[in-house]
C-alpha cells in the first residue's frame, strides 16, 4: 500500500503542521540532490590531479549523474505514484549513499563514473518526492508558491558544495568528502523513514495483480508518461525544460570552478566561497519566481523575462567575461537569478495535467530537465576540450593556481553557446497561453494516462 498521501485526496488550504515537517524532511532528501549534482564544480581540480583527466572527461564525470538520473525518471515516477514517497525516497537515498561510498574508494575513473550514475539514480526522485507530496496537500492555487519554497529551501544543498565542500576537500580529500556525504545522506534516509512513518494513508488498494496484468500495467503506465509528455499542454514545457535548468545547472555546476580558475587564476576555497554566494542566489531566487507567479501572462512574462535575461548574460559572459572578476561576478549573479524562471515550469505542469497522473507528469518534467543536463554538459566538455581549455585545466589545477588564456577562452565559448540556446528556446517555447485551465480538454482520456 502506498505510504504518502492520497491520490484521490481533496487538498485543504489548513495544512496541519506535522504534515509540513514531514514535507521539510523530503526537502533535506531533495537539498543532498543539490550537494551531489553540483559538487564538480568544486571538485574539478583535484579530480584533474587525480584522474589526468580534462575537460573531455569533466563532462563525462559530471554527465553520468544527470543521464542516469534522466533514464530512471519513468520508473520513479511509477514508484511514487504507486509505493508512496516514503518508501521511494528512502531506498533511494539508500542507493545514493552506496554510489558516494564507491567514489570514495574508487580505484580509477571509470569506477568512478559509474558510481556517478549510481549516485544519480539514487537522487532521481528527490524533487519528484515532496513535490507530489506537496501537490497532493496543497491546493492548486498554492501549488506555484509551495513548489518554488521546495525548490528554494532544496536549494540550500548547494550551500554545502560550495566552502563547506572546499574545505573538507582541503581536510579530508576528495575521497574523504565523498565519504562524509555518504554518512550525511544515511542519516537523512533514516529521518525521513522514522518521520514519514505516520503518514496520512490512502484509500485501501485492490487485490493483488497477478505478474501478467502487472507488467501490461507497467507498459500502459510508461506509455501513459510518454503520452502526458507529448500532449499538447505539455510540448513547449518539455522543450523549455531541456534547455533552461540544463543552461543553469551546467554553469553553476561544473564549468564555474574551471572558468574562475582558467579567468582568474583563483584557488579552491576561494572558488568555493564564490560558489557558496551564487547558491544563496539560486536559494532565494526561485522563491520570489513563485511568490510573483500568476497563471496567465504573468507567468508568460516571468519565464519569457527570465530566460532571456539569463541567455544575455551568458552571452555577455562569452563576449567579454574573464576580465574584471568584479563584473563577472555581477553577470554571475544576474545570470543564476534570471535562470531561477525554470521552477514557475512545476506550476504549468500542475495546472495542466489531473492529480492521479501527477507523479508521471513531474517525472516527465525532471526527465527532460536532466537528460538536457546531462547531454549539455558532454556537448560542452567537447566545445572546451575542441577551445583548448585542457591547458587552461592542468595549468589551473598545478601546484601553483595560475589563469590560463586558453582555458578562459574556451569556458567564454562554451558560455556563448548555452547563451544562444537558452535565448533560442525560451523564445520559441514561451508562447501566448502557457497552461491548460481544464486539462480533460487538452490531454488524453485519463484512461490513456493512468492505470
Known amino acids: 500500500m502506498p505510504d504518502s498521501l492520497s ?3 481533496t487538498p485543504t488550504r489548513d495544512v496541519p503542521p506535522r504534515v509540513t515537517v514531514m514535507l521539510g524532511l523530503l526537502i533535506a532528501g531533495f537539498a543532498l540532490s543539490h550537494l551531489y549534482r553540483t559538487l564538480p564544480a568544486v571538485m574539478a581540480a583535484p579530480l584533474v590531479q587525480a584522474f589526468d583527466i580534462g575537460p573531455r572527461g569533466l563532462g563525462v564525470f559530471a554527465a553520468a ?17 504507486r509505493l508512496g514517497v516514503r518508501r521511494t525516497a528512502s531506498v533511494l537515498l539508500l542507493i545514493t549513499a552506496a554510489g558516494a561510498g564507491l567514489s570514495a574508494v574508487a580505484p580509477g575513473f571509470g569506477v568512478l563514473v559509474a558510481a556517478q550514475a549510481i549516485i544519480g539514480i539514487g537522487c532521481s526522485g528527490l524533487l519528484m518526492a515532496p513535490l507530489v507530496f506537496a501537490s497532493h496537500a496543497w491546493p492548486a492555487d498554492r501549488f506555484a508558491a509551495v513548489s518554488a519554497a521546495v525548490v528554494s529551501i532544496g536549494g540550500a544543498g548547494m ?21 562524509a556525504c555518504g554518512v550525511l545522506t544515511l542519516a537523512v534516509a533514516a529521518a525521513i523513514w522514522l518521520g514519514l512513518a505516520r503518514a496520512p494513508r490512502p484509500r485501501a488498494a485492490t487485490a493483488p495483480e497477478s505478474p501478467a496484468k502487472s507488467r501490461a500495467g507497467l507498459v500502459a503506465d510508461i506509455r501513459g508518461t510518454l503520452a502526458i509528455l507529448v500532449s499538447r499542454p505539455m510540448r513547449r514545457t518539455a522543450l523549455l525544460a531541456a534547455m533552461s535548468y540544463p543552461a543553469l545547472i551546467t554553469l553553476r555546476g561544473l564549468w564555474l570552478g574551471p572558468f574562475l580558475q582558467a579567468a582568474h587564476g583563483l584557488g579552491p576555497v576561494a572558488i568555493g566561497n564564490i560558489v557558496l554566494g551564487l547558491s544563496v542566489v539560486m536559494v532565494a531566487a526561485p522563491l520570489a519566481f513563485g511568490r510573483l507567479d500568476r497563471a496567465g501572462p504573468r507567468r508568460r512574462a516571468l519565464m519569457r523575462g527570465g530566460g532571456l535575461l539569463a541567455a544575455a548574460g551568458l552571452v555577455a559572459l562569452g563576449l567579454g567575461g ?23 515550469q512545476f506550476a504549468v505542469v500542475r495546472a495542466s495535467v489531473p492529480p492521479e497522473a501527477m507523479g508521471r507528469a513531474l517525472s516527465g518534467l525532471i526527465f527532460c530537465f536532466f537528460a538536457g543536463v546531462a547531454v549539455w554538459q558532454v556537448l560542452t566538455g567537447l566545445i572546451a576540450d575542441s577551445g583548448g581549455a585542457t591547458q587552461g585545466l592542468t595549468a589551473a589545477s598545478g601546484p601553483v593556481m595560475a589563469s590560463s588564456l586558453a582555458g578562459a577562452d574556451a569556458m567564454r565559448l562554451v558560455f556563448l553557446v548555452l547563451g544562444a540556446g537558452l535565448g533560442a528556446v525560451t523564445l520559441a517555447t514561451t508562447p501566448r497561453e502557457l497552461i491548460a485551465r481544464d486539462p480533460s480538454s487538452s490531454m488524453p482520456p485519463i484512461d490513456k494516462v493512468s492505470p
Do not use: C, K, M, N
Not at 574573464?322 to 525554470?342: E, K, M, N, P, W
Open 7 to 9: 491520490t484521490t485526496a
Open 322 to 344: 574573464g576580465h574584471l572578476l568584479a563584473i563577472d561576478l555581477v553577470v554571475l549573479a544576474l545570470i543564476t537569478a534570471a535562470g531561477s524562471f525554470y521552477v514557475l
Open 65 to 81: 549523474f544527470h543521464l542516469a538520473f534522466a533514464l530512471v525518471q519513468l520508473p520513479v515516477g511509477l514508484a511514487v505514484d
Open 159 to 179: 550551500l554545502l558544495s560550495g566552502t563547506p565542500l572546499a574545505l573538507a576537500i582541503e581536510v579530508g580529500g576528495w575521497r574523504g568528502a565523498f565519504a
